[in-house]
Each structure stands twice: as C-alpha cells, then as structure tokens.
C-alpha cells in the first residue's frame, strides 16, 4: 500500500515486493497534481504520457524478474534549465518559450539509465536568476507551507514539488544557493555537490564556474541516493571530475543506533553568522541544531569567516560577468525569441533581447557587461577573481581545523510573496551565508531544523570539504535520525 511519507527506498522495496505498481505510484503523484497543482504552480510543462509509458516499461521488466537500479519506477520533476530531449527547455525565460531541445543532459542520461519516471519540468526563476520563482515567465510558484509565501529560488518549482508530494524527489541547480534556500523554505533537503562532481552538460548556464546539479529530496538518505545515479565522469564536460560518489550502502539501510554516533566528528561554528540579522525562531531553530550535534557526540568549535562579507561581493561580480557572458548566444538570430517587427540586424538584436529577458535578467547582463568592459575590468572582475582565491584558501584551512562547517541557510523564513526589497543591494544580501561556498566550490548540504512560530520550515546547512559528500550524508543522517526521522508532505490547503 502507497504511504505518502515513504522514502525512495521504501518506495523501491515496495515496487519489487508488487505492494503497489510503479504506474500505481506514478497515477498517484499525477493526481495530486491534478488536485493542487493550480494552486502552487510547480510546474512549467507536465509530462503525463511520457511518466505513464515509462511507469509501464519498469513494471514490465519487473515482472520479468529484472535487477533494476534503487530510483526505477520512481517519480521526480527536472529543473527546466535541465535538457530532456524533446521535451521544452523554458530555464523560466519568454526567450525559450518555444524551445525543445534535440538533445539531453548528461545527468538525465544517466536517470534514463536508472529507468526514472518524468513528471514534468519544474518552474524557476529566468534562467536562475532569482530568490523567489517570482521571476519565472510563466507563473509564480507558491511555497505548499504557506500558499501566500515564496518556496524560495531558483529552483523553487522542484522543492515545492517534493515538499507538497507532486514528485518523490527533484533535480535543480545550485550557483549562490538556488538549492539550498529552496529546501530550507520548503523543509525539503537540497545539496549543492563539490563543483565537478556532477556533470553539467546539457544544462543552460548560468555562471559555469560556480553552477551545479543537485537533488531535492525528503530525507538525507534519499538525496544521497539520487546523488549516486547522477554523477559518472562526462569525458565530454571539461569540468566534470574524476570523483564519483558511492552510495554508502550501510547507512542507506540502518538508521543511527549508537548513542552518540558522531563522536570524533568536530564541527566548525561561525559565530559571527548568528549577528547578521537572524531572525529569533531562526536563531532558536540553528542553537537548538547546535545543541543535538553535541549530543550526539560532535565537538562544536567556535571560529570566524573573514572573508564572508567579501565573498558575496565577489560572487555577484562574477555571477553578473559569466551570465552576461552565457546569455550572449540568445540574439534572435541563432535560436530562441525572434522580434516580429525588426527591419535590420541591429534591431533584431535589440528587439529580441529587449522582448524576451526580464528585468532581473537585464540588470544582470548590465552588471556584468559593466565588470567585463575594458575601462573596470580590473577594477572588478580582476579583484574579484583574486577575491575567490582568498576565499577559497580561507575555507580550506578552516576545514583543517575541523570535519565541517555548520551555518545557517537564510536569514530568515519564506518571505510574502512580492514583499522582497526594491534594493538589489538588500536583495542580494540575503544571499550571504550561501555564495561563499559557491564561491569556494565546496559542498553543502541544507536540511531542515524545525519550523518557526507560523509553522514555517528553518533550514541549516553543513558544509564539507570538497568531493566529500559521504561525511555530510552520514552527519545529517544522524541528525534527522534523532530529530526527525519522518518526512511530513506540507498540507496544501485550498
């Protein structure tokens, strides 16, 4: 029998013991699309046919007795800025409206392989520039919580799909934080892999020196499942890694048994990220965390981040430069948003552009046009670049010093939708506890760690060094082990 709270190994094991179907399953996650998915908007484009046919395939092969991989049969949503062949790639934006592409993503090739079930493309902020999925063409994406409050951005669609059981688990993308915010609004877990370990081709970039591909999932267990299938050196992405990441087998079947499971793990705590305008239940929900890592055996060590303030300057620098850099290609001329009315070739470019980016889209191509010219290119790409260097030198020896770093995700809980600050300064300062890491290219895992006074989710995350997601997975684990070892669907209410 379906229980919705089950996790994708429940779920498998209940496929092959014919509990229920995989058609069964995936009939069921459509429903309940069907039911509230005008409310939250989670979805661009629904893939119901193509879900059913692949549904149908694994329970073929399953009846035949087949060894199938852990995700077969299982149902998730992709970000739409991830390629899945013939199915439209909007990355959220009027310039992609129409756009199917004659190809796949490395990280879908390798789900097909997992023979993974396709509910639909997920709803994003224009190509991943935003905080709120406010910024998406099509809709707004409301948080399943509390339908009056962002799900957060970028990839606010794929945490709301899990959040609200519209997918068992999601893929989205991760340059400042646009996995991690999402999840810790949504009570959902998220991880931003080491840069490189996930493949990146087949995705429309954002900022390719900092962009990742990451699962949304209900438990930690789960994420580290999905992580598995998806990374596999692509000889054909020059920054895809040598790393591959192993499914920790033990973990994935036991639950934390030991008293104190953590002991010998020390985890590195920035004071200072606790004085930058936390919110008190946010405040309460990270002390609370702190105090059941130290239960369970972790040793809690103080330390300060210098350069925290400089890294989110830095990023947005960068960020700007490389996306105006990516977005060059779309000019109406070679795919994508053609101008009806242009006569000549400059007001084809002008026409198109102008028609089709957003406004948060155009203010970024500005910025990073402007870090890019040749009369500030040294004034602040140059700077920043060095900036990353201190950065990252500063993040690994803090991480000599301890196993991982814990911090908090956002300042505070899911905003009302449309109340975000008219100041981009202010807009991009919530962003501080997550670009340094992008920066850094480090991995991060956001987990949630209780819910504020109106029942809204606060999330935390731990950072570890680079290609060593397994000590995040094991760490995290052990948390929601003791502090919730079962996922609650957020009820949608009409």
């Known amino acids: 029998m379906l229980k919705e709270k089950m996790t994708i190994y429940e779920i498998g094991a209940a496929l092959r013991r014919k509990d229920f179907s995989s058609r069964e399953l995936t ?13 939250i908007g989670a979805y661009i484009t629904l893939t119901e046919k193509e879900a059913l046919q692949q549904a149908d395939r694994v329970d073929k092969l399953l009846a035949a007795g087949a060894e199938l991989p852990l995700l077969a049969g299982i149902p998730l949503a992709v970000k739409d800025n991830i390629a899945v062949r013939g199915i439209p790639l909007t990355a959220g934006s009027k310039m992609l409206e129409t756009f199917r592409p004659p190809y796949s993503a490395f990280v879908w090739d390798e789900l097909v392989k997992a023979q993974a079930v396709l509910v639909g493309k997920s709803n994003m902020d224009e190509f991943g520039m935003g905080f709120s999925t406010e910024n998406s063409y099509f809709k707004t994406t409301r948080n399943p919580h509390d339908l ?10 794929s945490a709301a799909a899990v959040a609200s059981g519209e997918a068992i688990y999601a893929l989205g993308t991760d340059t400042g934080g646009s996995i991690r915010q999402p999840a810790a609004h949504c009570g959902v877990v998220g991880l931003r892999p080491s840069y490189g370990l996930v493949s990146r081709r087949g995705v429309s970039a954002l900022a390719s020196s900092m ?22 050196r692509d000889a054909k992405d020059c920054s895809s890694s040598r790393h591959v ?96 009315g242009a006569e000549k070739l400059e007001d084809l470019y002008i026409n198109s552009r102008s028609e089709a980016f957003g406004y948060e889209v ?12 040749e009369e500030y290119y040294e004034d602040y790409f140059v700077k920043a670049q060095r900036v990353r260097t201190v950065v990252i030198r500063e993040f690994t020896g803090l991480l000599e010093d301890c196993d991982l770093l814990f911090m908090p995700v956002t300042t505070s809980t899911a905003g009302k939708i449309g109340s975000a600050p008219k100041n981009p300064v202010d807009l991009y300062r919530g962003d501080i506890f997550t670009t340094p890491v992008s920066v850094a290219g480090l991995p991060a895992l956001s987990l949630p760690c209780g819910k504020d006074s109106q029942g809204l989710p606060i999330g935390m995350q731990l950072v570890g060094r680079q290609f060593d997601e397994a000590l995040l997975y094991r760490v995290g684990a052990a948390y929601e082990d003791r502090h919730s070892p079962a996922f609650e669907l957020a009820e949608v209410k009409a």
């Open 148 to 157: 009056t409050r962002i799900p957060g951005g970028s990839t606010g669609g």
């Open 211 to 232: 962009d990742t591909v990451g699962p949304l999932t209900r438990t930690v267990r789960d994420n580290m499942i999905v992580l598995s299938a998806i990374t596999a």
């Open 362 to 373: 155009k203010r970024r191509i500005l910025l990073g046009n402007f870090a890019l010219s």
């Open 245 to 340: 990441f192993k499914l920790d087998e033990d973990l994935l079947k036991q639950d934390s048994s030991e008293t104190k499971p953590l002991t010998g793990i020390s985890i590195g705590w920035p004071e200072q990220c606790f004085d930058i305008e936390l919110e008190e239940d946010v405040r309460r929900g990270l002390e609370a965390a702190l105090k059941v890592f130290e239960s369970l055996g972790a040793t809690i060590k103080k330390l300060q981040i210098s350069s925290l303030n400089a890294a989110l300057s830095a990023y947005y620098i960068l960020m700007t430069a490389e996306a105006a850099s990516n977005l060059g290609r779309f000019d109406g001329v070679h795919y994508g948003y053609r101008s009806p």
């Open 27 to 39: 009939e069921s996650i459509l429903d309940k699309c069907a039911k509230q998915e005008d409310r």
